[in-house]
């Protein structure tokens, strides 16, 4: 089964680099790509969405989802399956940017993105949510247009940023807002009986 993945893997990306790529592609695949670098752009999409009040629960989950997604994909996963990058294991893959110095599988550039969009897609709703998700697949199709992963790399780091997400919403925010908003009703009972 790995065999088959592994070869299904290899041959998207053939298909990738000797049919899809063109002069112009190449130029916004890459630029693109790179903003994703040490989660940039979804780290000031985040701190943006916390600074508004009407997007700061948003915010403040994506914020505890890409903690929680550095932790278990960044630092966690990626070292312990190891696997090595497509360029480095078949010389024919043609990388597009500066070989990554960390493990391929899963991809961390798309976990974080679908760990901070996924917030914005329950909590803002489809007018904020639906671009952000397109802008996180174009994130992850740039992954494999530049051949720095495999396609399972990014599948599985799809499906783990979205997990992370929902564990930061659904689990750690309420349990982390749940003691504060407490307070705060106690507050406004404490000013009603003065």
């Known amino acids: 089964m790995l065999d088959f993945i592994q070869n299904l893997d290899v041959n998207i990306l053939y298909f990738i680099q000797d049919n899809l790529r063109t002069p112009f592609l190449n130029e916004f695949m890459t630029h693109f790509t790179s903003l994703g670098n040490g989660g940039l752009i979804w780290i000031t999409l985040t701190l943006l969405m916390l600074i508004y009040p009407k997007t700061r629960k948003a915010g403040a989950c994506s914020a505890i989802s890409i903690i929680l997604c550095f932790l278990t994909v960044n630092l966690g996963i990626k070292n312990i399956v190891a696997r090595t990058r497509p360029y480095d294991t078949y010389e024919l893959i043609r990388c597009l940017i500066k070989p990554e110095v960390d493990y391929s599988f899963p991809s961390g550039h798309t976990a974080i993105a679908f760990a901070t969009v996924v917030p914005i897609y329950f909590q803002l709703g489809k007018k904020w949510g639906i671009p952000a998700l397109l802008a996180a697949l174009l994130m992850a199709a740039s992954r494999l247009y ?49």
Do not use: W
Not at 160 to 182: D, E, H, M, Q, W
């Open 146 to 194: 530049v051949c720095v992963h495999y396609p399972s790399d990014v599948i599985c780091g799809m499906i783990f940023g979205s997990i992370c997400a929902v564990v930061a919403c659904k689990l750690i925010y309420p349990r982390l807002t749940k003691n504060s908003c407490t307070s705060d009703k106690n507050k406004q009972l404490d000013e009603k009986s003065v």
